[in-house]
């Protein structure tokens, strides 16, 4: 289920016009990593790992918005920066995958 969802947000990143081709790059190579990093959580930490890609997904989702909503993007990346404490030390490179997911859709002016 989660690479399910992970696939989907991959798939509407890829079909975006909203975000320039070298971000949509990007994304697809972080995304790629994050569906790699956050199977074998989801084995453990079901419902962490169902959070991480919710807010992923919620994060994506408002930086490909035409019309920006500031405070939704600010709760999205909130979201997802929050799904991932804990796992600092049990599952670095997952939260280094998290942050640079976050930085780039920061980037993007969410």
Do not use: C, W, Y
């Amino acid at each position: 289920m989660i690479n399910e969802r992970i696939e989907r947000i991959e798939a509407a990143v890829n079909d975006s016009t909203s975000i320039p081709e070298s971000t949509r790059r990007e994304l697809a190579a972080l995304l790629a990593d994050l569906k790699a990093e956050v199977a074998p959580l989801n084995e453990t930490h079901g419902a962490d790992a169902q959070s991480i890609a919710g807010f992923t997904d919620a994060s994506v989702h408002e930086a490909m918005r035409t019309e920006k909503k500031p405070e939704l993007a600010d709760a999205a990346l909130k979201g997802l920066a929050s799904s991932a404490r804990g796992f600092e030390v049990s599952h670095p490179r997952l939260v280094a995958v998290i942050d640079r997911i976050a930085l780039t859709l920061s980037n993007m002016g969410i």
